[in-house]
């Protein structure tokens, strides 16, 4: 956190510095954070210094106060005593410098490499539009109309801005042959709050997810005596090694006409992802299973039953503490089987019937328990959550989670060694990232973006040290993104930050005078108060959601 506020500091104060300098105002102290000075040294008329609390730094300019008297031969270095427009220079060059600083890099990001999503098809529902039209689970897009893409943000990007137009995908099948199809995004309203456009193109149901190889075990079953357990997610059967549900599936069948299967499996990969510790390792386990009688000659769902294994999109992989769950009876392992007399095929309508609890009687969950079947009565209680655009949802909720655990998606390094392509990539970034930053200010003032969001130091702390463990290019991208959000946030018209001087400047240019004392000291008043008002709104947020989730 000390490095990555303390470059983005040193990059906004050298912004005013070296503008200042320029229009020959005397600079008197260039402060890296405030109070008691640890570090300090004099060059030329500057004292440069750093001090105990690095949240922050200023650039104190001789001549800076309205109500000191400043001599005539004082006044050249003066910076109050500059004309507006250079004023205007200085004040407006600490944000811009944020700005290019993120443009470096982002153009430094491109050129280092960097993660991005494959643009391979995941799970996709036989129901959807994308089903309809062609697409295969495991299918690779390699080109949009002769154009070829090389990751999922470009194929989002070109289905997001042709809605009702005919695309012509080129593709490889899992199987590597190739193909090519002809669909068209269908019209809807954008799902993304950040975003300016109201509405974009869409397919529905592509999708870069995919289920993992996690197994439910029937109770008594082969692969109950064998010792395997709900949970358990499978790496290989016998040398064959798979990551997704969808392959155990269609392979299975290949191995029932032999006697003994050898199933290596990881377990405690969920607990290790509830309980987001970083040392639990999931351990790896081998099982030998004896195949039954009944799975010869089966394959898909029907061999994966006879050898004991089921979906476990109906099994609970936890309970949440203190939950009508937990305080009716539920357990992990359980298996859903019908809520109020409806049986169940998908996690999907247990969700569904939760959230349209009337209030009234009580919930009464059908489940199996170690091969037993037993009913349990549930009131759900109400619950605020949010989503993956910011919002804040009330909803009723039980505190149940599924034993459903996505496949870790295929990436694609992205790098380019051309400097030009680097920076016309870079300035795309800081536009983009610019203007989801001003989006979202707008949607929080507009309340569609919940003000649980708003994050200090506590925040950044946090994504330093993420990113920091997650390699340079991570690291880099948030420092980028803190650079523009105080590109952003210090043009803001409140007094005390940039924005608030370049309104008294701006007035003081189209009236010819400036402002009188009086109101600006009355509004730098107001603007410290809503400062640190936010400052420490901005905290409770973090400590509520760092220390009482």
């Not at 969001?453 to 463990?469: D, H, P, R, T």
Request: hydrophobic letters at 45%; one cysteine or more; glycine letters at 10%.
């Amino acid at each position: 956190m000390i490095i990555l506020l303390g470059l983005l500091i040193f990059v906004h104060e050298l912004g005013h510095f070296l503008v200042a300098k320029y229009f020959k105002v005397r600079v008197e102290v260039f402060s890296l954070g405030f109070g008691k000075k640890l570090l300090s040294f004099r060059r030329g008329e500057t004292e440069y210094c750093i001090a105990a609390v690095p949240l922050g730094g200023y650039v104190k300019m001789f001549g800076d106060d309205p109500s000191a008297d400043v001599s005539e031969a004082d006044r050249a270095g003066s910076f109050l005593h500059k004309p507006v427009g250079q004023r205007i220079a200085v004040v407006l060059a600490g944000p811009i410098m944020n700005l290019l600083f993120a443009f470096l890099l982002y153009s430094a990001i491109a050129m280092l490499g960097e993660k991005a999503l494959f643009p391979g098809l995941g799970d996709l529902a036989q129901n959807s539009a994308a089903w309809s039209a062609g697409f295969r689970s495991g299918d690779t897009i390699l080109e949009i109309d002769g154009k070829s893409i090389a990751t999922w943000n470009e194929l989002e990007k070109k289905i997001q801005s042709n809605p009702g137009k005919p695309l012509r995908f080129g593709i490889q099948r899992e199987d590597g042959t190739a193909t090519s199809l002809e669909a068209t995004p269908k019209l809807i309203a954008n799902p993304n709050v950040l975003s300016w456009t109201k509405e974009i193109g869409d397919i529905d149901g592509l999708t870069f997810l995919s289920r993992s190889a996690t197994i439910a075990v029937i109770p008594g079953s082969a692969a109950a005596k064998a010792g395997m357990r709900s949970g358990d997610s499978i790496v290989k059967i016998n040398a064959t090694q798979f990551r997704r549900w969808r392959e155990i599936e269609r392979a299975v069948g290949s191995f029932t006409s032999e006697a003994k299967l050898t199933f290596t499996v990881q377990r405690g990969f969920i607990e290790a992802l509830q309980n987001a510790d970083e040392e639990a390792q999931p351990q790896t386990l081998e099982f030998v299973v004896d195949v039954p009688p009944t799975a010869a000659g089966q394959s898909g769902t029907a061999a994966l039953r006879a050898l004991g294994f089921d979906d476990p999109e109906l099994y609970l992989a936890s309970i949440e503490k203190d939950s009508p769950a937990a305080k009716a009876g539920l357990l992990p392992g359980d298996q859903l089987v019908s809520i109020n007399g409806e049986k169940l095929t998908k996690f999907e309508e247990v969700v569904g019937r939760i959230r349209a609890f009337d209030g009234t009687k009580p919930i009464d969950f059908a489940i199996i328990r170690d091969g037993k079947p037993m009913t349990l009565a549930i009131s759900p209680n109400v619950k605020k959550r949010m989503n993956h655009m910011g919002q804040e949802e009330t909803r009723f909720e039980v505190g149940i989670r599924p034993m459903i655990i996505d496949d870790v998606p295929q990436t694609v390094q992205v790098a380019t060694g051309n400097v030009i392509e680097a920076a016309e990539r870079g300035a795309i970034r800081s536009v983009e990232m610019s203007g989801a930053i001003v989006v979202g200010l707008i949607r929080l003032f507009q309340g569609q973006v919940s003000s649980k969001n708003v994050g200090g130091f506590l925040s950044i702390g946090q994504m330093a040290k993420k990113s920091w463990s997650m390699g340079a290019s991570e690291f880099l991208m948030a420092m980028a993104v803190i650079s523009l959000n105080l590109f952003i946030l210090n043009l803001l018209p409140v007094p005390v930050l940039d924005g608030g001087h370049l309104v008294f400047y701006t007035i003081e240019a189209v009236r010819g005078a400036p402002l009188s004392m009086q109101k600006m000291e009355l509004a730098q008043r107001v603007g410290a108060a809503l400062l640190v008002g936010l400052m420490v709104f901005a905290l409770f947020n973090d400590v509520s959601r760092i220390f009482f989730r």
